[in-house]
C-alpha cells in the first residue's frame, strides 16, 4: 500500500513519462511543497488539521447515525456517522473517512468509532479503534489498536494488548487511554508505526517491553469477556486493563459507587466500559468513562452519559449532544478523549453567578444543586439575573497575558448565538499585595473587552461581574485568553438563561373595598393570579399584630414547564380572629438566581412581586 | 408382569414427552438438543451478570452475555455449547440468534468476536451448529457490499423444513467456497425458497447508490430493504436518515417464518425517552412500541439491577405444554 507521498511520487514519474521536459519543473516544485509540508495525516479539505485542533481538549463519538439540525458540518453533510470524531460545540473534527485515510480505504466505507485518544494535534496524532474490520483482507481488525499521524500510519493488533494476559485471541478493543509522558507517548507512536502488523503478531511481547522501556502505558478495555486462567486474571469487558502490566487497573466494581452492584461475581453485573479518558499521569480520582449498559437504580445513569470513577454522571449524554439539535436527545456514547492537562493558557469558565459551571445545564442554561457560594445555597432550574459573576480558571501569570469575557444571544431556543458581543463595563476588583494590604483597583477593559489579567486578584481566578439588567433569554458566554506572544486560548461556552423579569402578580377580593372594614365571621373571597416564566412559588396569607397565618398552602413549581397560576379562588373566614389592622399580602417568587445569592428563604427564591391588601377586622355591632 | 407392560410403556412415553417439553432441565454442551421451551423464547443480554435466581444446571451462577437464554430464565445453551461445534473454546458472546430446530440443536447466530481459529469466521459471519458457515460477505453480496459489516439481528424465512435442508447442504460448503462464488447463497435462497433477514452492524453509504442503515432489515435473498429503521418504530420516533433524523439501530430480531411484517419483534440499539419511550434492551413491536419490557425478560433471574440490554432474539411457535400434558394424562387415564 503506497503512502500518499509514494502516490504523490509515483504520479510525478507517470507525468513525468508523459511530458518530461515541459512538466518536470512544477511537479518538482509539487513535490517539495508537499514534502516541506509534510504529509497530511488527515485529508486537509477546509475540515482536516484545522478541525482536529478543536478536539485537541475533548473528544467524542456517538453509538448511532443522526442528522444535525445544528451547526452545519464544514463538507455539508448534515448526516453524522457514529464513525465522525466531535468536539466541543458540536464541531466534526474528523470524519470517519479523514481518519482511515491513508489506509488505502474507499472515502465511501465508514467503520465505525469504538476507542479514541487524540495525542497531540499539531503531528494530527490520533490513536483508535473501529467497530468494523477493514475491508482490505489482514489490514487491521475491529479490536486492532490503529494509529494516524503525519508521521504515518501504524496498526497494533489486538493480541498485542492482550499478550501479557495471556490471551492469545482477539478480544475487542473499547475504551483507550495511553499513560505517561506525552513526549514518550509520541516517541513510542512514532517507533510504533514503522513496526508491520506482522511483527506484532509474531512478537506480541514487543508492545510491553517497548511500553516499560519508555516507562508509559496503554490503559483500555475490551469488548469480550476472557477465559479464566491460572497464569492471568481473568478480565471482564468492563475493567479497565493495562497493557504494558498484564493487569486490571480498575475492576468494573471500582468504577462505581457502592450503590451500584457492579462487578461479577460479587456484585452482580458487568456494566462495560465503553469509553474512557483520564489525564496522562494516569489520576484515577480523573477518571471519566461510559458504559455498556443503563442504571434505573441510583445514582442512575445511561449508556450514554460521562461518568466519573466512583461519583456518577458529571455530563449527560443530552449535554453532550445537545448543541446538534438532534431529532433525538440521546445517541450514545462510543468513545471519548479528553486532555486533562491544561495548556499554560488553556481558557475555561469555572463559575456563573455562584454556581459551578458543572452545575448549569449545557443546553438550558439552568442551574440546579448546590451553589459554590458561602454560604451555600440550592438552585432549582434556576436562571441568573441581576450582576452575574463570572470566574474563570487562573491561568499562568507569566505566559498569558490579558482575557476577555463575551457573550451571545440564542435567536431561538435551539440555536446557539453565531455572534459575540464583548463585556466592555468597568468595574472594580480586589487585589491582595503582600504581605497585608488589599487594595480595591477600578478594572477598564478597552473597546474590545480586553483586561489585564490581574495575578494577585482575590476573587479565584479571571473575574468579571456581568450586569445583566434588562436581559431576559438564553445567551451563551464565553472566556478568551490571550498568551504573551498574541495567540488566542478560546473557552468552551457555557449557557446561561438570563430572567430579570418580575414574577406577574394579581389580588382581588370580591366584595371588601380597598381600606374598607371586615367584620369578624365574615368570608373574604377573591381571586389571585401568581405567574412566571420561571416560576418557583406564591403564597397568600393575613397578617396582624395580633394573628397571622395562610389563606392558601405554599404552592411550589412542580417543574420546569410549571409557570404558576391565574385566577385561583381562594376564601378566608374570619371568625374567631382578634379584631385589629391587617393585610392580606400575596408573594409570588421566580427561581432566579439574582446577585450571584438566593434572595429570599423558604418558600420564597429569587425575583419576588408582592401585593397587599389592608383594611380593619372591627367585632360586629 | 405382563399387565405391568401398559403401564411402563405409558411411563417411557410419559418420561420421553415430559424430556421433549424440557422438564427436565436444560441441555448442557453434551445435550443432543436444546430445552423445548427455547423453540419459543430465545435472548441474550448485552452484559454479563450473575443469576439470583433458578440455578444453571452446570452449577456456574455467572450468566454470560454469549449465553443463550430462555423463558423463565432457563439457559437454552452456553456460548461454549454454541460455538464448541467449531473447536472454539472461549466465549465469543452471542449477537444475532435463530433457534431453528431445538430437537436437532439446530441453531443459527453470530458471535461478538471473531473466532480464535485464524480465518476461521468473523463476528459478522453466520454460523450455524451444524457446522455452516456462511461468511458476511456472502450476506451481503446482492447489496453490492464487498466488505464485511458484521451481523446483529438474523431471522430466517420460509418452511421449516426447507430451511433445514438449505442448512444442511449449506453445512458442506467450506467457507471459501462461499466467498468464491458471492452469489451462491441468494441462489440457494431462491431454490429454497427461503429467505434471511438480517441487520448489520454498519451502515452502507455510497454516493450514487442507495444505501441502508445498520437499523434497517435487510433481505439477503432479494438484497432489498424489508423494513427501514423508520417502518420499524412508530411514526412518533424520530427514525430513519435523513428524513427523521435518528439511526436507532437493530440489535435483535425475530418474526413468524412466514415473514409477515406484523409479527416483527426487534431491539434497538439506543433509547428513546420520547413517546413511546423504550430502551435499547425492550423487545418492541413492529410499529408499535414496546412489548416487553427488558426487565420483564431477565426479572426471573433475579439479577442485582434491572436492565441487562438484549442483543440478540429468536422466538418461536408457543409449545402448547398444557395441551400436551392434558393428552398424556388421558392416555394414562385409559390406562
Known sequence: MPTSQQAHLILVSRKGRVKMKKLATILALIAIVSITLGVPALPISGQGQSNLTACSEFAFSTEEDFVTQGPTPPDGNPVISDGDLLGPGCVVCARNRELLYGFDISQNIDLGLDAVDVLDVQRQMVVFSTELDSPNTGQFTAGDLIITSTGGRGVIPNIALMHRFGIRYDIGLDGLQFIGSIQQIIAFVEEAIRIPRGNWVQNPALLSDMLRRRSIDIWFSTEGTGPASAAAPQVFDGDLLSARDGTIVVSNGGLFPASVPAGIPNNGVDFGLDAVATDRAGNLQLLLFSTEILFSGTPGFTDGDVLQLGNGVVKTNEDLVGCFEPKARFLGLDALSISVERPACGAAIIRVGGMPAGQIGATTGLANGLSSTTPPFEAHDSPFGGWVEILGLMPSCTECSHFKVEYGLWPNPTTPPSTWLPLTDPFQEWRFIWPGLFVLVNRVPDANGWLSILCNSTMGGLYYPWNTSGKNGKYSIRLTIRETGGTEHVSMPVVVMLDNTAPTASLTLDTVPICGDVTIGDVVTGKITGTDLHFYSYRLRYESSLASGDILPVRKYTSVSDTGDTNVAFSWNTTGLPACGYRIILEVWDRTIVNNQRIWGEPGFGWRTPLQIYFCLEAAQ | ?335
Open chain 2, 1 to 335: 408382569m405382563r399387565k405391568f407392560i401398559p403401564h411402563i410403556a405409558v411411563g417411557l412415553m410419559l418420561a420421553f414427552m415430559l424430556a421433549f417439553l424440557g422438564l427436565l432441565g436444560p441441555a448442557t454442551g453434551q445435550s443432543p438438543q436444546l430445552p423445548s421451551a427455547c423453540a419459543e423464547l430465545a435472548f441474550s443480554t448485552e452484559e454479563d451478570f450473575v443469576t439470583r435466581g433458578p440455578a444453571p444446571p452446570d452449577g456456574n451462577l455467572v450468566i454470560s452475555d454469549g449465553d443463550l437464554l430462555g423463558p423463565n430464565c432457563i439457559i437454552c445453551a452456553r456460548n461454549l455449547d454454541l460455538v464448541g461445534r467449531f473447536d472454539v473454546r472461549v466465549d465469543l458472546g452471542l449477537d444475532a440468534v435463530d433457534v431453528i430446530d431445538v430437537g436437532s440443536y439446530l441453531v443459527a447466530f453470530s458471535t461478538e468476536l471473531d473466532s480464535p481459529n485464524s480465518g476461521q469466521f468473523t463476528a459478522g459471519d453466520l454460523l450455524v451448529t451444524n457446522g455452516t458457515i456462511i461468511p458476511n460477505r456472502a450476506l451481503l453480496a446482492p447489496f453490492q457490499v464487498p466488505y464485511d459489516l458484521g451481523l446483529d439481528g438474523l431471522q430466517f424465512i420460509g418452511d421449516a423444513r426447507s430451511i433445514r435442508a438449505f442448512l444442511a447442504e449449506a453445512s458442506k460448503i467450506p467457507r471459501e467456497e462461499w466467498l468464491r462464488n458471492l452469489g451462491r447463497l441468494a441462489g440457494m435462497l431462491r431454490q429454497y425458497n427461503i429467505d434471511i433477514w438480517f441487520s448489520t452492524e454498519g451502515s452502507l453509504s455510497i454516493v450514487g447508490r442507495p444505501g441502508f442503515l445498520d437499523g434497517d432489515l435487510l433481505s439477503a435473498r432479494d438484497g432489498v430493504i424489508v423494513a427501514t429503521n423508520s417502518a420499524l418504530l412508530p411514526a412518533s420516533v424520530p427514525a430513519g436518515i435523513p428524513e427523521r433524523g435518528v439511526d436507532y439501530g437493530l440489535d435483535a430480531i425475530a418474526c413468524d417464518r412466514s415473514g409477515n411484517r406484523q409479527s416483527i419483534q426487534f431491539s434497538t440499539e439506543i433509547l428513546y425517552r420520547g413517546q413511546p419511550a423504550f430502551t435499547d434492551g425492550d423487545l418492541l413491536r413492529y410499529g408499535n412500541g414496546v412489548g416487553r419490557t427488558n426487565e420483564e425478560l431477565v426479572r426471573c433471574f433475579e439479577p442485582r439491577a434491572g436492565f441487562l440490554g438484549l442483543d440478540a432474539i429468536s422466538i418461536g411457535q408457543r409449545v402448547e405444554r398444557e395441551t400436551y400434558l392434558q393428552l398424556l394424562l388421558k392416555l394414562f387415564r385409559r390406562r
